[in-house]
Structures are given as C-alpha cells and as structure tokens.
C-alpha cells in the first residue's frame, strides 16, 4: 500500500524559509511524477509544482511552478531515496495553507489534483506578517 508522508511544516516570519519533504514507500518512486498542492482555509487545493518521474528524456521536462510560487520555491527528488522535497524561500502570509505530497503514475505532472493517485496526510506552512 502505498503511503506518502510529508514533513518540515511549521511557523515562519515573512521572509523566511522552510523545506518540506515526502518520503514514500509501498509505490514504484521512479515511475511516479511527484507534485505539491496546497490548500488555504477556505479555498481549493491548488498546484503549487510538479516534476517529472526523470531527470533524463524521455520522461523528463522541466519542473512546473505556479506564479505566484516561480523564483521562490525549489521542487526536486531524489529516486535513490524515494523522496520528494519543496524548499520554500521568501515566505509571505499568503503561502499560509496545508501543504500535500502526491504521486501521479505517469512521466509527467499535472496542474489538475484528480490526476493524482496517491497522497499525504499533509503538513500546515504558517507565516506570520
């Protein structure tokens, strides 16, 4: 059974910066493109980034951000250790939500939380003005 468990959420000032991890088991890591959504109180889970199952063609292109995450947050992982990671810097209140892992079996991402298979529990981001 495959499980996905995220970690590294917690309380930052503005301006600052955390990193979350997912470390998964029970799932074929390298088959699987690996994204991050959030999901504010009160809104929609959104698209955060994706990245591709590969670093190498054909499975691979480039990693997705949404705008208003684009130069300030970093996807990558590391299939030697099933694991996914989102660096966040430059933290703002508006980056306040519950951030998921989730694996989507295909080479590439996708903006659309349906396509996505597999999930964590998720991890609270806070960031106090």
């Known amino acids: 059974q495959a499980q996905l468990v995220e970690s590294g959420g917690g309380l930052a000032q503005t301006g600052g910066s955390l990193r979350l991890n997912c470390t998964t088991s029970g799932l074929a890591f390298s088959d699987h493109a690996m994204a991050w959504f959030r999901q504010a109180s009160g809104k929609e889970r959104e698209i955060v980034a994706f990245?591709?199952?590969?670093?190498?063609?054909?499975?691979?292109?480039?990693?997705y951000y949404s705008l208003s995450v684009k130069g300030r947050f970093t996807i990558t992982r590391d299939n030697a250790k099933n694991t996914a990671s989102l660096q966040m810097k430059n933290l703002s209140p508006e980056d306040t939500a519950v951030y998921y892992c989730a694996a989507r079996q295909s080479g590439g991402g996708s903006i659309y939380p349906q396509d996505y298979a597999y999930w964590g529990q998720g991890t609270q981001v806070t960031v106090s003005s």
């Open positions: 990245i591709s199952r590969d670093s190498v063609a054909p499975y691979y292109s480039s990693p």
